[in-house]
């Protein structure tokens, strides 16, 4: 049966991990590597690495860091962060990155979302979607959440579906570090309206919470920051508590 | 031992060369007869379009070329459904190793989702690559397309029906999962393709 799938998610700056982590064991756990692969032996089945780094150089650190993930790790992984065109995505993929993640850019050129489908296959792209609940209804929001637009995210999340896109990543703002669970509402609306998978992003605080998105949020696979960054839920402890509640995950 | 692998228009195959290197064992990316004849192993990856790439194959005489080796050959994801007879994607007229057809996934349900990707567990686990494999363990997989149960199946896997998620005849092995992306159980399986 296909599993459930949980991903660690990383935000790097100039090539290192930014929030900190109370992982002893570790030698370097700014090192975004040796974090993925610690998360890899611990049984996430994907890794999301996003890049903040606003800088050119930023952006070179973080190819060269993308080319040390994929010889280094063995689980697929997404890379998202500073993709404005084609030849970001190029770039990444040829560094070793199975899959991109792009926001921002495609709301302001929806077209980059037929193009990486079209040019590298949809299983490659990634729409992620940063979604807060206004008095208008359900919007997007660019550039990490700064501004806001009129664009419904659920026309929106079906627009890019019908492009191409292979994944909707879903981050409501409201529920983002909160720690009180995912939007679950919105993410089984999400479900029923694309047929590709939606990832839950925002709001995991609990195992009880992964148990929520993904039965009454219907999601497809969890992101999750700092509750794994910061040793409050284990991944192990996670699925085997998941897997005690009926719901199939990769043991 | 020297292990090479089939260079074409495809995505991602560096990410093979990298799952040797994690095993200690080096690949040779190529396209040249002579070293693809003369390798110990030859590993056929794939992510792409099936007609693309038959005729990129055909147009560089790989084809000829990948049906007549006689060392060990493992075809991936799409190296496997290109080992086959014919695909649905694009009617693409294959290499015909293994006599049985290629099909598009036909969903059933809404939460039949294709491309069929993700991890999913693997039974009926026959032959040499999943030697010591005693129970399903758990692959990553991302297609659209799949070869049906068939006599050459050597792992079966369920998404909507039943396929084929490993197939082997002769010198011929192929995998429709990517073990270079599966964790510790790819690197059981293509450790098991090495020690062949």
Partial sequence: MLAKRIIPCLDIRDGRTVKGTNFVNLRDAGDPVELGRLYSQQGADELVFLDITATHEGRKTFTELVERIAAEISIPFTVGGGIHEIHDVERLLRAGADKVSVNSAAIRNPQLIDDIAKNFGSQVCVTAIDGKLTPAGWRCFLNGGRIETELDMFEWAKEASDRGAGEILFTSMDHDGVKQGFANDALARMYDLVPIPVIASGGAGTKEHFLDAFTSGKADAALAASVFHFGEIGIPDLKSYLDSKGIPVRL | ?196
């Fill in chain 2, 1 to 196: 031992m020297s292990i090479a692998i089939l260079k074409y228009n495809a995505g991602n195959i560096r990410s093979v060369s990298h799952a040797l290197e994690r095993l200690g064992a080096e690949g040779i990316i190529t396209d040249d007869e002579k070293l693809l004849r003369s390798a110990d192993k030859v590993i056929f990856p794939g992510v792409g379009e099936a007609e693309t790439t038959m005729q990129y194959l055909r147009s560089h005489g790989l084809d000829t070329i990948l049906k007549s080796l006689t060392q060990p050959v493992l075809g991936i994801c799409l190296g496997q459904q290109l080992m086959c007879r014919h695909s649905e994607e694009g009617d693409a007229d294959c290499l015909g190793i293994f006599d049985v057809p290629v099909v598009r996934f036909q969903p059933e349900a809404w939460q039949d989702k294709v491309p069929h990707m993700g991890w999913n567990t693997i039974t009926d686990c026959k032959g040499p690559l999943f030697k010591e494999f005693s129970k399903p363990e758990f692959v990553y997989f991302v297609h659209s397309f799949y070869v049906p149960v068939c006599e050459f199946t050597a792992a079966t896997t369920e998404y909507i029906v039943p396929f084929s998620a490993s197939l082997h005849k002769d010198n011929f092995y192929a995998t429709q999962f990517h073990p270079e992306k599966s964790g510790s159980v790819g690197e059981r399986i293509l450790k098991n393709f090495l020690e062949l």
